[in-house]
């Protein structure tokens, strides 16, 4: 403590006159529209509201000072923010916070799920005297008990304390020393509750059945913090703080925020005043001086205040775009996905209704056009395949918009990581319709030319394509690279590439160990292109078992459904990490044969194609028996998306590459051994480098030439 110090910083709520003042000055300011019950909740927790205010005109009216109100646009719209010093332990944590969105069941899941579900936020509408439904600057969302909303500020607060390991400093202790300088922006947010609420014998409620909160927007691990050193919880600040955390007598719950602020000052200051005579850095007191009061951005109006919750959202932008490392990959990618589609809603390209649905915060049911009494599975394919196009869009404007809000360059130079990260947005804000998230990198597999193109997948049912994949090769191919690897991934089948799995084994459920196996998503999916015979009832079982509410099951070789759940183990065995083509019939082949020869001039097998090794030779033989003639037409189109994807597996093994000889550096380094390959080896490996570098150049211009002129 120090003598400049005063000697009471904890502040108590207003006088009522000059709260009343305040509130008037804001309701009648030009551009808020936030309901004056919202402004009468957080009122209490103003400090000095006296300072906000004009002296009084003619009439006796004051007015907000002109520095106070600000217009802040967003990808999504504009709103009204009002500046004020708020005392320390005010504000509620956002279970909508976008940096644990993860956490929670989805709208957007059509199975039930064991997670906590999100709370519905929809505007704050109102009659008005004419008649007419009004939205106003605020959000509104219902709960069915109270237990369930404690439950749902508590688990945010929890799933807080889980991100906050990734960051590189304390930040309570940082708010201890240094204060809070970065302020936080806070939504006003009813809550109603559907249960019935018990009467005393005067026929009195016992307790509010709706409550008025500020929720922080921005700045929900510093409301946290703050709090905690307070020793108040969000939940308390909501709902209402108990007697004894203010040291009175008694198990009730004070919901009167200007008796329990007031009170809670009152303990406080003296707590703060006893510290002169007994100096003690530990004490409560001392530990939240700094924080006693703090500045905070209010938002009190929009224009469009249907759009206000979509609007919150985005305001921090950058920070989805350019994240903080608080962010989980997956919530990373959702924050970013809506942060297109509100920017898409603000610019009339998307319709209300699709935003909500695809951002997570309604059910798939309301999606306009969705059959009814469509099943899971197709339920989940139908928004994924809406969300995947609009992250690659190919209409002219939502293509300038998208780029726009990520801060790209012109289409034509979209690259791989741009084409990446809009791939995690889109597979991060599907996996919100199952139950538990994914690596959202798993999505991280279009090839770059089509990703700069667009996708524009077929309308056909998810129900037609599965039923078609044996015996038609586009329907197949859509199932493969638009659903194959998030379907495995949501079973946990596949995942990403996460690194060196050197020594690690993994056990089937029937006891079999094996070596884990590293391969990326592209060589997965190729493994099932290479033996559609089996990949098609695969695919045919996940969709079945999302239906049904289980595991998926085993197939054969043959696509024959086995006892035994699907596991990471099976699927490497049943369809093992290779570099081989897509089976062929030896027609095909011999037309690949001699395109191949005429695109690189490489004297190429008819076992190239169809693989080495005799079990993949079999396994090649039996798909190819029961796979038709194709025509010259439908040969070009095939070997040109075989071309595709053997570029994209060549980028991939070059990026293999330089991670297995970074990590054989650090091994040897880590061994003693100041030399990690013979003088032989070594040159042996350079020298198929260079010859391949030498095969490569040949194609860049051969590929040209075969390109259609513009």
Not at 61 to 69: D, G, Q, S, Y
Not at 624 to 630: G, L, R, V
Request: proline residues 6%.
């Amino acid at each position: 403590m120090t003598d400049s110090a005063p000697a009471h910083p904890f502040p108590s709520p207003a006088p009522q006159d000059w709260q009343e003042k305040w509130i008037e000055a804001v309701v009648s300011a030009p551009g808020v529209n936030v309901p004056r019950d919202a402004l009468e909740n957080i009122a209490p927790f103003i400090v000095r509201p006296k300072d906000s205010l004009t002296d009084a005109d003619s009439d006796g009216r004051r007015r907000l000072k002109a520095n106070r109100l600000r217009t802040v646009p967003t990808d999504a719209g504009e709103m009204v923010v009002l500046v004020v010093r708020m005392n320390g332990v005010g504000g509620v944590v956002w279970e909508h916070n976008e940096r644990i969105s993860s956490t929670w069941h989805s709208a957007a899941d059509p199975a039930a799920g064991a997670r906590r579900s999100l709370t519905r936020v929809l505007p704050w509408t109102r009659t008005t005297e004419d008649g007419r439904e009004k939205a106003f600057a605020a959000l509104e969302s219902r709960a069915e008990s109270l237990g369930r909303l404690l439950g749902n500020v508590e688990q945010a607060s929890a799933a807080l304390d889980n991100r906050d390991g990734h960051r590189t400093y304390n930040l309570g202790e940082d708010l201890v020393l240094n204060g809070q300088h970065e302020p936080c922006m806070l939504v006003a947010h009813h809550f109603r509750l559907d249960e019935e609420i018990a009467e005393d014998p005067a026929g009195k409620p016992l307790r509010p059945c709706a409550y008025w909160g500020w929720m922080a927007v921005r700045g929900n691990n510093r409301t946290r913090r703050r709090q905690e050193i307070f020793d108040i919880t969000s939940a308390e600040v909501l709902t209402g703080v108990p007697f004894k955390k203010l040291g009175v007598d008694g198990d009730e719950v004070a919901v009167n925020s200007n008796y329990w602020l007031k009170t809670l000052a009152e303990v406080l200051n003296g707590e703060y005043a006893a510290l002169k005579s007994k100096p003690d850095p530990d004490a409560r007191a001392h530990r939240a001086r700094m924080i006693a009061e703090v500045e905070a951005h209010l938002v009190v109006g929009s224009p469009t205040p249907v759009r206000l919750f979509r609007i919150v959202q985005v305001s921090n932008r950058r920070d989805h775009v350019h994240p903080p490392l608080e962010f989980t990959p997956n919530d990373q990618g959702r924050a970013l996905g809506r942060s297109v589609l509100g920017a898409y809603v603000a610019h009339g390209v998307l319709d209300e209704a699709t935003a909500d649905v695809l951002s997570g915060a309604a059910p798939v049911t309301e999606l306009p056009g969705v059959p009814d009494n469509a099943s899971v599975s197709t339920l989940r394919d139908l928004r994924s395949m809406r969300l995947l196009r609009e992250f690659f869009p190919v209409e002219p404007r939502k293509r300038e918009i998208i780029r726009r809000a990520l801060s790209e360059g012109p289409p034509s130079l979209l690259s791989s990581r741009e084409a990446n990260r809009r791939a995690r947005a889109w597979s991060a804000l599907t996996s919100e319709s199952y139950p538990e998230p994914w690596n959202p990198r798993i999505a991280e597999v279009f090839p770059l030319s089509k990703a700069k193109a667009g996708f524009s997948p077929s309308e056909r049912l998810l129900e037609e394509l599965l039923a078609d994949a044996d015996k038609d090769p586009v329907a197949f191919e859509e199932l493969i690279m638009f659903r194959a690897a998030h379907w495995l991934a949501a079973y946990d089948v596949i995942d990403a590439d996460r690194g060196s799995l050197q020594g690690q084994k993994t056990v089937d459920e029937d006891g079999t160990e094996a070596e884990r196996v590293r391969r990326t998503v592209t060589n997965n999916l190729n493994a099932l292109r290479n033996n559609p015979a089996a990949a098609v009832p695969l695919l045919r079982e996940l969709a079945l078992a999302m239906d049904e509410g289980r595991k998926p099951r085993k197939v054969s070789l043959s696509g024959d459904v086995l006892d035994g759940t699907a596991s990471r183990a099976w699927f490497n065995r049943t369809f093992p990490k290779e570099t081989g083509t897509r089976p062929y019939t030896r027609r095909s082949l011999q037309r690949a044969q001699t395109v191949a020869q005429g695109i690189g001039g490489a004297s190429l097998t008819l076992d190239t194609f169809a693989g080495s090794g005799t079990d993949q030779a079999d396994r090649n033989a039996a798909s190819a028996a029961q796979a038709p003639d194709e025509t010259d037409a439908q040969a070009v189109e095939r070997l040109a998306r075989e071309l595709d994807t053997q570029i994209n597996a060549m980028a991939e093994g070059a990026t293999e590459v330089g991670e297995v000889l970074t990590e054989l550096h650090k091994r040897a380094e880590s061994a003693g051994m100041e030399y990690a390959l013979g003088r032989q080896r070594a040159d042996e490996a350079v020298l198929a480098l260079t010859r391949t570098l030498t095969r490569l150049r040949k194609w860049p211009e051969i590929i040209s030439g075969m390109g259609r002129p513009d």
